[in-house]
């Protein structure tokens, strides 16, 4: 009977040792080590997180700036030559079905915006949120680029949660170069994770 406690507890550990091998042999494939627990099993992998994005290139812009602005091939900016000192687009902010077992509910809780603001120029990013079926936009968060001091600027809503269900969300930028006519200020960027 010892002997057969003895046998099963060597295959057991032969066992073992054969998957920690074979899990090691498909991380060096794949180029990165598995995570493990203390336990020495596999840990679960979360799911990379999806967040929304959107270059400048690809806004909505205000009729009040239309014969001002210029799309590059991602950013959003001012036309040269043009003398308006305002810039004001909009993107929508559509939902990616991910992060969370509610997929209407992602979990997202900061706004980026990638961004280069000339000395005495402003750049801002407010993320919005409205109501089904509702006119009145709540603002959630601000992010700003004030003379460069901020070329990737974040901000963070814990207070809101963003839910798909009820509401929609957009983001407005503004390029003020009010106090700099002759800037050039570009907005390149925008996330919500």
């Known amino acids: 009977m010892k002997h057969d406690v003895a046998q099963q507890h060597r295959n057991k550990t032969c066992l073992v040792f054969v998957a920690a ?33 959107a270059v400048g290139s690809t806004g909505a812009v205000d009729e009040a700036s239309l014969n001002i602005y ?25 939902n990616t079905f991910d992060n969370n077992a509610n997929p ?4 997202w809780r900061t706004l980026e915006m990638g961004s280069n603001a000339p000395i005495n120029t402003i ?15 709540v603002l959630l968060c601000i ?19 963003i839910d798909f269900t009820n509401n929609l969300y957009y983001v407005e930028v503004t390029l003020n170069r009010t106090g700099a006519p002759s800037a050039m200020p570009r907005m390149y960027t925008l996330r919500v994770f």
């Open 123 to 137: 750049i801002e990013a407010k993320l919005f949120q409205i109501t089904a079926c509702s006119v009145e936009p």
């Open 21 to 53: 091998l074979a899990v090691l042999l498909l991380a060096s494939l794949s180029g990165r080590a598995p995570a493990v627990t203390s336990a020495g099993k596999p840990a679960v992998q979360a799911a990379p997180a999806r967040p929304w994005t």
């Open 143 to 161: 992010t700003r680029n004030r003379s460069s001091d901020h070329p990737c600027a974040t901000c963070v809503f814990p207070n809101a949660t």
């Open 104 to 107: 209407n509910r992602p979990g």
């Open 70 to 94: 210029a799309f590059g091939t991602a950013d959003i900016g001012f036309k040269p030559n043009s003398t308006g000192t305002v810039v004001v687009a909009r993107y929508n902010v559509t």
